[in-house]
């Protein structure tokens, strides 16, 4: 079987396989990584990092996207406790939204008590909303706009339910200490499968 970690912090190890399967790891860059050592990675600007000069990360970002590897942009989104100038995280968000847009690479989403402004922002753009661990009407209320949910190894086993029958749930370590076989394995049994019973949606192409 595949282990798909959508988002991580962490550098992939080698090979990228285990006993149990194939590990497809998608790992979180800024535009100034050095992505051409990743096989899958996704590029975006974190709404912690949204400076005054943000713009210039973003014309990083817009040739960095075009690589084949780049399979997401983000994580990026909006964040109303640690992120920058508030108005700056919004113009530099819509322009990632605007990106996401006109590549068709969906975003990876960084949202921290912003979600009415997230779902404002995003219509018309493929999303996931990673590392969400938030109840089954807030889960129920993403779905339905389209949204798809990526969990870690702290979810709401009702919020993961959902997800995995609308049929757009994804997994993650984010900076976990736990592996992806070991997150496949909470998930399933949460949601009383096998973990080869596990299928990623086809937002994203790997």
Known sequence: MEFVDIHTHKLPEEPQNSFHGKIITVVNCSPNADIDRFEYCSV?????????????????????????????????????????????????????????????????????????????????????????RGKPEQAKQLLQKGFDLSFGEKFNADSLTLAWQAGRMWLETDESECTIEQIYQQAAKALRISPTDIVVPGTIKL
């Open 44 to 132: 975006g600007i974190h709404p912690w990092n949204v400076t005054k000069n943000w713009q210039d990360d973003f014309e990083i970002l817009k040739k960095q996207v075009l690589q084949p590897q780049v399979v997401a942009i983000g994580e990026c989104g909006l964040d109303k406790l640690r992120g920058g100038e508030w108005s700056l995280q919004k113009d530099c968000f819509q322009a990632q939204i605007d990106l996401a847009k006109q590549t068709g690479k969906p975003l990876v989403l960084h949202c921290v008590k912003a979600v009415d402004e997230v779902i404002k922002m995003c219509v018309g753009v493929k999303c996931i909303f990673h590392g969400f």
